[in-house]
């Protein structure tokens, strides 16, 4: 079982940075993807972000050129560095871990708030 800790997150004003981490734990050998995603109130949960254990990366057109995704392999953590923050990123954040048998781990969850 894996196990993903989230830190990060809390309130900005557009156009502010923030960064979120992400953790993993237990079995960790056996991830092949690590991905964010976002769920805004009323609707449904949607991918940020993707890196793969090699450190192939995809985005969200909505995020692309503002976000990075990252991962320090050393410490089995990932990170979001979102940046030019707009309202519309205010959302809770959520990283997911895919293994090699395609069973899906997901993190505690982070609000990140954009004010306007």
């Known amino acids: 079982q894996v196990q993903l800790v989230q830190s990060g997150g809390g309130l900005v004003d557009a156009g502010g940075s923030l960064k979120l981490s992400c953790a993993a734990a237990?079995?960790?050998?056996?991830?092949?993807?690590i991905c964010w995603y976002r769920q805004a109130p009323g609707k449904q949960r949607e991918f940020v972000a993707q890196?793969?254990?090699?450190?192939?990366?995809d985005y969200s057109d909505s995020v692309k050129g503002r976000f990075t995704v990252s991962r320090d392999n050393a410490k089995n953590t990932v990170f979001l560095q979102m940046n030019s923050l707009k309202p519309e990123d205010t959302a809770v954040y959520y990283c997911?871990?895919?293994?090699?048998?395609?069973?899906?781990?997901w993190g505690q969850g982070t609000q990140v708030t954009v004010s306007s």
């Open positions: 237990r079995s960790t050998f056996i991830i092949k993807a």
């Open positions: 997911n871990a895919v293994d090699i048998y395609d069973y899906q781990y």
């Open positions: 890196i793969s254990t090699i450190g192939t990366t």
